[in-house]
Structures are given as structure tokens and as C-alpha cells.
């Protein structure tokens, strides 16, 4: 750390010797409590304490030696409460150089003009200019943060506030002693960076992370249960709950809260409903059975009461660090009365009124109210303290309700309404973020320059397509490849699955059935191509699935037999599914190990 801090600083005076550039230099809390010392070192005083993501500036370039408590590292002399000075070990205190205190690019254009007359800097009228021009109805308004970027970023990169579903190592912070929550891992600050930056998510897409999640009275009533169904697209849970835009409905009647948002939300925590392993494989999740208890019954309410008949469709006040989320889940319907009369109807709607007014008030009420600032609390309007009373850990949530709100609007021919978006301006931004592809770029280390006019090129924002390279999308959605083929597929899995795990990295995929259909629904199959941004395409392999159609069965079996008898010899894909064992060639193991699956005695290992 003294290292890279030391030559940080060094690199600047140099500069502002020889340029005659008088930079200020600024740092920001990296650590819970940061004490400040009268002296460099832990044998002196505290004379004040700074929190996580606050800022204080440089008093002084000079460092200062070690004397007590810093691990051999330099102190930095900083100020505090208008004129006070301190010192602070520069192992919590990241330095950075503050940028321009204005931005002096020219708006031309009729779009730049008016966002420029908002007070959006000139890094955002490049993207938003371009959704405006292909979509003349809609609205966006700033949010002016008052935040500095790098603050934020720290505060939010925290161990345990911002996780990922990821292997990716350049993504994970190993600095942080709780790694995994239910498979999910802590971040680094380089994707938290990204994902911070609005001006990643200016497309089509996920703009909607930007709406208001308020009923809006402009979309009548069958528009917004069209809109519930074609989010959920027939999939299982609107197949066994088929009343459920009905519910939606109503509770954003009832409480004021957008049906869309409400189903998004719904659809982010619970997906299509249904459990995928364990004893009650492809029925619905417990937090919407309704028969909880009645399957575990050792699973009951704090006071021994039953959790049947109560229903918690957000997962509210269940977290991914507590074990059985579930559990959780339903013990808080029971304290909130989610439920309880015996009657589905009557339980579920009150589930899902009783939820989404629990997040309006919570969070929209708040100053909360677009799926981005539950994610990143940075409204300095809000009613609780910056960076608190987030929503969700997951930090790729927000893009991925943004996704499905979009693709609802789309199959309804909606995008022509006027939406109106809510984007947060932060002071001391860098030119652009970029998710890391190395170990050298995981830890975000911006300048916080602003963009100026005559920066050309770099006033553009890098797509979510080439951000990562194939592979670390790949590794990152869980995935793995052997020469030209794609697996870690398991049986039953959907073609949307895919593509939203794919899309979570920040790639983009075409999937093509056995058939060279492009596919945007169903289940996957041995044989299906998978093609990424760039035409990098591979062939999916789903050990034990030789006929291509998803499953593990007796079809398969008997292909594996009449291969390795030579009546019908397999090839590609097919052949390399076939070897169960993966240990090179297909033989009788193999047609054990998937006799074996069929029965459910082992399954094959993907």
C-alpha cells in the first residue's frame, strides 16, 4: 500500500512541477471507523473519528513516518471540521486527485443543450442523447448526488455489502474474510465501480433500472397484467399461481407501487418459482407453497406456530449470509401476518400487498425509488444515512430487473410511452469504468478527472460486450468449455437461464436449437450453439443428454448402447455427451452412470 501511494503522489507533484497544474489531492475512508490522530502514529491521541466513504483533503504532500500502529506504513496529514488538521494511517485513507470544478465542453445539439440546462455533465449526453433520439417520449431527469465518486465507491465496496454469483477471480475481493453467501461472493472495488457508474447502463435495456417504481396512471389496467404475464412468459410459477397478475394488480392499486416493479422484483428473488434439487424438486419454492411446515415440519415460527398458509414472494428480511433464506423468509410473513387464513387467495394477495407497501414505504417512500438506489444508496434526499438501507446485496440486481422490465415493455410494444428516468450525477467522476480483466485492474484506482472537451474518444462508454473477454464471461456465469464445447449445463436447464447468467457477466449470447433456430425460451440440449458478441460460438454438452433434448432418460440409454454396439455410431457433441464418465471413451460405465441418474440413485457430475 505505501508503495503504490507513495508513487501515486510522487507521479502527481512531478506533474504539477512541470505543468504548473496545481492539483488538489483529496482522500476517502476505506475502512469502518477511521481514527485521526494528533500525530503520526497510535500512541497519540484521537481526536476524531471518520466513517466509511467520507472525505477529507491532503493538508500537506508530505508523508510522515510511521511511529506507531500503521504496519510500517506513512501517515497522511489531513483536514477535518472546516480548519482542524489530523493524521490518518494511509492503509484506510485512499488519495486521489480532484478533478475540474467544471466541465467545459460545448453542447451543440438540441438533446445535449437541454440535458446540459439539467446539470448532467457532457460523459452522459453521448448515451442518453442516443436513447432520446430513438425514443423522442422519453424523460430524464437529474439526481444530484453531491457524492464523490470515489467515496462512494469505497463505502460500497465494504466487506459483504455488494456480492456477485461469480468464480471470476479478478472479481472477487479475497481481502474480505466473508467470501461466499449461498454461492455468492464479495466483489471487488473494480466492479463495484462499474456497476456504480450509471453510464454503463445507458441502452435500450437497462435504462429501466432508472424508472420510477410509483404506479403510473398513463399504463391502464390490462397493460400492466400483460405485462406481469409476458415477464413471467408462461413459465412454472404463472402456470401454478395462474391469478398472479391479478394479485400484482391489486397490490399496486392498493399501495401505489408499479405492478411492473412489483412483478420485476418478484421475478429478481424468486424466478420462476421453482425448486430445482432436493426432495421437492419442480414444485414451488416453500415461500409461495404455502405447505412449508407441513415439509419440514421441525421448521416452525419462533413461538412454534406453523408457517403453512404464509407466503413472503420478495424474500424480505432474509439474507444471503443466513443459512436457509427460506426459513427466514416465511418466520417474517408469520410476525407480518402475510397469510394465515388457510384460503391461497386470500393468503397470497395479502402477501404481495403486504410486500411491495413493506418496499414502498421502505425505500420508495424514502427517496428510494428506482431499482438503482436500492441497490446504491447515494440520494442525499433519502430519509436514512447514505450507502444504508439497501435493498438487495446482489449488485448485478438492478441490471437484471432492468431486463426483464425492458423485454415486457418490448413484447408489448410499449418503449413509445412516456418513461420518465431518474439518474444520479456524482462529483469527481472518472472518464469511464471498465470491469476488470486482470489482477492488476480488480482494486479501482480512479483520478476522479472530469471528462473534458476535448477528450475525444474517451468520452465514450465501453458496452456490456466488451467489457470482459469470452471467457472470463464464461467462468464468471458458472460455466466451463473443453475445446469448442460448453458445459457445466445441467439437465433441465432454460435457454433463458443461460442467457441471464451470460448477461449477469456483462456479455451478450445468441442460442441456436439442434435445429439452427435462434431460441429465446425452452430447455437446453446437447447440440444447442451458444454464440457470444464477436461470433465466438460453442457447442453445449450435457454429459448423459445424447439425444439433445435436455434430459437424462431411457432415449439416451439407448443411443449409448447402439453406439457402443456399432449399430448407430455417434458423433460430435452427441459422442462426448455419451461419455458419462469423461473418462475418454464410451463404454459400459457409462451406461451405467446413466442408468444410474435415470434412477436417481447418482446423478452425472456436469
Not at 61 to 70: K, L, V, Y
Not at 193 to 203: E, G, H, K, S, W
Not at 247 to 263: C, E, R
Not at 580 to 585: C, F, L, P, R, V
Given at each position: ?19 504548473n ?11 469502518d471507523v ?31 513516518a510511521d ?29 486521489y ?27 452522459y ?43 471470476n477471480s479478478n ?21 463495484v ?19 420510477s ?15 406481469t404475464?409476458?415477464?413471467y ?16 394488480l ?32 419442480g ?12 415439509r419440514?415440519?421441525?421448521k ?30 416465511l ?28 418496499i ?5 417512500d ?21 450507502y ?135 430447455t ?23 439425444s ?59
Amino acid at each position: 500500500m505505501k508503495k503504490r501511494m507513495s508513487y501515486f503522489l510522487y507521479t502527481i507533484l512531478l506533474f504539477m512541477c512541470f505543468t504548473n497544474v496545481h492539483a488538489a489531492l483529496y482522500g476517502v475512508v476505506n475502512t469502518d471507523v477511521l481514527r485521526v490522530r494528533s500525530g503520526p502514529g497510535t500512541n497519540y491521541d484521537i481526536v476524531a473519528n471518520l466513517t466509511i466513504g467520507q472525505t477529507s483533503d491532503l493538508a500537506t504532500t508530505t508523508h510522515f513516518a510511521d511511529e506507531s500502529g500503521c504496519s510500517g506504513q506513512d501517515w497522511y496529514q489531513i483536514t477535518y471540521s472546516g480548519n482542524k488538521t489530523g493524521y490518518v494511517c494511509s492503509l484506510y485513507f485512499d488519495v486521489y486527485e480532484r478533478g475540474a470544478s467544471s466541465d467545459n465542453k460545448t453542447a451543440t445539439t438540441a438533446c445535449e443543450q437541454e440535458l446540459a440546462s439539467k446539470g448532467f455533465p457532457s460523459s452522459y449526453w453521448s448515451g442518453l442523447c442516443a436513447l432520446k433520439n430513438n425514443h423522442p417520449n422519453w424523460n430524464f431527469e437529474k439526481i444530484n448526488t453531491d457524492v464523490d465518486f470515489n467515496a462512494a465507491v469505497s463505502a460500497e465496496s465494504s466487506c459483504g455489502k455488494n456480492v456477485m454469483s461469480t468464480s471470476n477471480s479478478n472479481y472477487i475481493n479475497t481481502n474480505c474474510s466473508r467470501t461466499d453467501y449461498s454461492g455468492y461472493k464479495t466483489i471487488s472495488s473494480g466492479v463495484v465501480a462499474y456497476y456504480l457508474d450509471p453510464r454503463n447502463f445507458f441502452n435500450d435495456t437497462n435504462i429501466f433500472m432508472f424508472e420510477s417504481q410509483y404506479y403510473n396512471n398513463n399504463i391502464n389496467d390490462d397493460s400492466y397484467r400483460e405485462t406481469t404475464s409476458k415477464i413471467y412468459n408462461g413459465n412454472f410459477i404463472i402456470t401454478q399461481i395462474p391469478s398472479l397478475p391479478n394479485y400484482i394488480l391489486q397490490a399496486g392499486k392498493s399501495t401505489g407501487m408499479s405492478p411492473v416493479a412489483i412483478t420485476s422484483r418478484i421475478y429478481q428473488e424468486l424466478g420462476n418459482g421453482k425448486l430445482t434439487s432436493g426432495q421437492y424438486s419442480g414444485q414451488l419454492y416453500s415461500a409461495i407453497s404455502g405447505n412449508y411446515t407441513s415439509r419440514y415440519p421441525g421448521k416452525v415460527a419462533t413461538d412454534g406456530h406453523s408457517l403453512d398458509n404464509y407466503y413472503n414472494f420478495y424474500n424480505i428480511n432474509a439474507f444471503d449470509s443466513s443459512g436457509d433464506i427460506t426459513y427466514d423468509a416465511l418466520k417474517y410473513a408469520y410476525s407480518q401476518n402475510w397469510g394465515g387464513t388457510g384460503n391461497s387467495d386470500t393468503d397470497r394477495q395479502t402477501a404481495i400487498t403486504g410486500g411491495a407497501n413493506w418496499i414502498k414505504n421502505r425505500y420508495l417512500d424514502a427517496g428510494q425509488k428506482t431499482a438503482y438506489l436500492q441497490k446504491f444508496n447515494v440520494n442525499p434526499n433519502v430519509k436514512t444515512s447514505l450507502y444504508m438501507n439497501q435493498y438487495m446485496t446482489n449488485v448485478v440486481a438492478p441490471k437484471s430487473e432492468s431486463s426483464t422490465i425492458y423485454k415486457a415493455y418490448s413484447n408489448l410494444n410499449m418503449l413509445n410511452a412516456a418513461f420518465t428516468f431518474y439518474i444520479p450525477v456524482f462529483e469527481n467522476m472518472p472518464s469511464v469504468t471498465n470491469l476488470p480483466t486482470s489482477s492488476n485492474d480488480k482494486n479501482y484506482n480512479g483520478t476522479g478527472s472530469i471528462v473534458s472537451s476535448d477528450s475525444g474518444s474517451n468520452n465514450s462508454i465501453a458496452s456490456d460486450s466488451n467489457v470482459a473477454s469470452v471467457s472470463s464471461i464464461i467462468a464468471g456465469a458458472g460455466l466451463s468449455t473443453s475445446g469448442n464445447y460448453i458445459t457445466k449445463i445441467n439437465p433441465g436447464t432454460d435457454v433463458a437461464t443461460i442467457k441471464a447468467a451470460v448477461e449477469n457477466m456483462g456479455g451478450s449470447v445468441t442460442i441456436q436449437n439442434n435445429s439452427g433456430k435462434t431460441v429465446n425460451s425452452g430447455t437446453i440440449g446437447t447440440g444447442f450453439k451458444i454464440i457470444f458478441s464477436g461470433n465466438t460460438t460453442y457447442t453445449a454438452v450435457i454429459y448423459g443428454d445424447i439425444s439433445g433434448d435436455g434430459k437424462i432418460n431411457s432415449l439416451d440409454l439407448l443411443k449409448a448402447q447402439k453406439h457402443i454396439l456399432k449399430s448407430s455410431i455417434l458423433s460430435g457433441s452427441n459422442v462426448t455427451a455419451a461419455d458419462a464418465s469423461k473418462d475418454g471413451k464410451v463404454n459400459s460405465l457409462d451406461l451405467l452412470k446413466i442408468q444410474k441418474d435415470i434412477l436417481g440413485s447418482a446423478k452425472i457430475a456436469q
